[in-house]
């Protein structure tokens, strides 16, 4: 039989793949200091320092309404969540500690189930 040409991945089953890694995340034990987004009022230098906060509710949030066109622009989120982290936490902060340990579950994980 002639093979069928390879299915390009319809972009709601790339979704459901970003919905799956974002449970994962949320259910981290390390996950915590990520879990909402920085009160802005409640942690100084903050809002100067970081020009665009992100967290995984507004992430799920983000998710829910669509806002996602593919799988990048939700690596883009998930990433900028640690990039932030490591922007304004030390490395030996305990959320500093937190988000190195979430950017290597992440990676070895979106790497499991994206690269496929
Ligand atoms: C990811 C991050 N980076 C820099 C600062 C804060 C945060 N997270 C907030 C939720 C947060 C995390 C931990 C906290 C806290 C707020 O305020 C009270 C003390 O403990």
């Not at 449970?23 to 020009?51: C, M, T």
């Not at 490591?86 to 994980?109: C, L, T, V, Y």
Request: glycine share 2%.
């Amino acid at each position: 039989l002639v093979s069928c040409a390879k299915r390009a991945k319809t972009p709601n089953s790339e979704l459901a793949v970003c919905r799956v890694l974002l449970a994962e995340l949320e259910a981290h034990q390390d996950a915590w200091p990520f879990l909402s987004p920085v009160k802005l009022k409640s942690v100084p230098g903050y809002r100067k320092v970081i020009k665009k906060p992100m967290d995984f509710f507004t992430i799920k949030e983000k998710l829910i309404n669509n806002m996602y066109l593919n799988q990048e622009n939700f690596i883009i989120d998930v990433n900028l969540v640690f990039d932030n982290c490591q922007k304004f936490n030390e490395d030996d902060s305990e959320i500093g500690q937190a988000g190195h340990r979430m950017k290597r579950f992440f990676d070895k994980r979106w790497t499991e189930l994206l690269r496929k």
